[in-house]
């Protein structure tokens, strides 16, 4: 079947720290992957997304590469700020059918100052 | 513009009870997913419609559970006899549909059920 596991948290760094989030994936067909984030008190919204091998994502500052041979798209980010505390949830879709969601568990992340 | 919207923001009700949640997509968005977060599970997901059918129904997780749409927009995600284990965030996303690559998910701020 389909599924994705990712570290467990929860992280929790100080401000500048490097981030690196886990995330690995089994699929029965060619998924595309995507990096949600949950901010406190807000709805899921997507922070990145990579539709092919070797594709790399980007959005503020985080990065994720697709590794096909590794069945793995980590999240990074260089430098994390206390706004970046959230929940991270890694996920996956088949482009065939109805393209749901499969996601990993997430993991809280919090940044101190 | 507007985003997905549910309603109501918080439900609380008792067991046994039936409570309807309703769901109101973005314009022009064909797809409508419905996904559920638990403590104990996750996020996992419940149904898809395309247009008003659903083509995928397999996140169901009993036929206590049912879901519409009407009119190619808003859905209504219905669940009877509710029970203890029913209690969770209740997200509805809606997306654009096209072949291959999928499109965006933009997700609604969900709906809390607190079954008592």
């Known amino acids: 079947g389909n599924s994705v596991t990712q570290m467990e948290g929860p992280v929790t760094l100080s401000e500048e720290a490097f981030l690196t989030i886990n995330c690995t994936y089994t699929a029965t067909g060619y998924p595309s992957l995507f990096w949600y984030v949950q901010y406190p008190g807000e709805g899921l919204q997507l922070l990145l997304k990579?539709?092919?091998?070797?594709d790399k994502g980007s959005n503020k500052g985080f990065e994720a590469t697709y590794r096909k041979e590794t069945t793995s798209f980590h999240l990074e980010k260089g430098s994390v700020q206390v706004s970046d505390s959230a929940v991270y949830f890694c996920?996956?879709?088949?482009?065939?059918?109805?393209?749901?969601?499969?996601f990993g568990q997430g993991t809280r992340l919090t940044i101190n100052p | 513009g507007a985003g997905v919207s549910q309603s109501p923001s918080n439900k609380v009700t008792e067991k046994g009870k039936d409570v309807e949640l309703r769901c109101d997509p973005i314009s022009g968005h064909t797809a409508l997913y419905w996904y559920r977060q638990s403590l104990g599970q996750g996020l996992e997901f419940l149904i898809y419609?395309?247009?008003?059918?659903?083509?995928?129904k397999s996140g169901l997780p009993s036929d206590r559970f049912s879901a519409e749409r009407t009119g190619g927009s808003v859905s209504t995600l219905t669940i009877q006899r509710t029970q203890q284990e029913d209690s969770a965030v209740y997200l509805c996303?809606?997306?654009?549909?096209?072949?291959?690559?999928?499109?965006?998910?933009?997700f609604g701020p969900g709906t809390r059920l607190t079954v008592t």
């Open positions: 996920a996956l879709s088949l482009r065939e059918g109805a393209q749901k969601l499969v």
């Open positions: 990579a539709t092919k091998a070797d």
């Open positions: 419609f395309q247009g008003n059918s659903a083509p995928d």
């Open positions: 996303a809606s997306s654009l549909v096209g072949s291959g690559f999928p499109y965006e998910q933009y």
